[in-house]
C-alpha cells in the first residue's frame, strides 16, 4: 500500500510540461488512441498552462499521475463548470489511492475556484475509472438511478 506521501497532489507549473506530454501520450498509446507524441504534447500544454487555459494537476511520483481540468463560465449560474479533460495513473501505480486522490484535488480545486459543476466523459469499457467516479457521486444517470442515461457526443471537425 501507498503511504500517504506517496499520494500527494500537486499543481502543475510550466517547467512541468515535458513530464505532462509524456503522460498524456502514454495514456493515449495505451488505449490505442491517436497521439502527436511527447514532445508536441509537452509544447501544448507549456501554450497552455501559460495561458492559463487549463488546470494541471500531478501525483507524488515521476509524477505518477495527472488531471486535467478546464474551467469555462455556466449558462445557468453565475458560477464555473469544470471539465475533468483527462485522468491518468501510471499502469504501475494504479490501485495505490493516485486516481481518488486526484480526484479528491481535482474537486476541492473546483470548489476553491468557485466551480459548481464539474463533468467528464469515459468509455463504457473503462469499469475501474467509472466506478472511481461513481464513488465520487458522479452519475451518467439524469437526477436518479433509473433516470435517461446522459450520452457525451464527440465528433472530429
Not at 488531471?67 to 483527462?86: D, K, Q, S
Not at 480545486?109 to 466506478?131: P, Q, S
Not at 467516479?133 to 458522479?138: A, I, L, V
Amino acid at each position: 500500500m501507498a503511504s500517504s506521501s506517496d499520494l500527494s497532489v500537486r499543481q502543475a507549473q510550466v517547467t512541468d510540461a515535458e513530464a505532462v506530454g509524456q503522460l498524456l501520450h502514454d495514456f493515449n498509446s495505451e488505449f490505442h488512441d491517436p497521439t502527436p507524441g511527447p514532445r508536441a504534447l509537452a509544447q501544448r500544454m507549456q501554450d497552455l498552462l501559460t495561458a492559463g487555459e487549463v488546470t494541471i494537476l500531478l501525483a507524488a511520483g515521476k509524477p505518477d499521475g495527472l488531471a486535467v481540468l478546464r474551467f469555462r463560465p455556466a449558462i445557468w449560474t453565475n458560477a464555473l463548470e469544470c471539465y475533468l479533460a483527462e485522468l491518468y495513473v501510471r499502469p504501475d501505480r494504479r490501485g495505490q489511492g493516485l486516481g481518488r486522490a486526484l480526484m479528491e484535488a481535482a474537486i476541492e480545486l473546483a470548489r476553491r475556484k468557485g466551480a459548481d459543476h464539474m463533468d467528464l466523459g469515459t468509455g463504457d469499457h473503462d469499469v475501474v475509472a467509472r466506478a472511481l467516479y461513481e464513488s465520487f457521486g458522479f452519475s451518467n444517470r439524469e437526477g436518479k438511478p433509473d433516470g435517461p442515461v446522459n450520452y457525451f457526443y464527440e465528433r472530429e471537425l
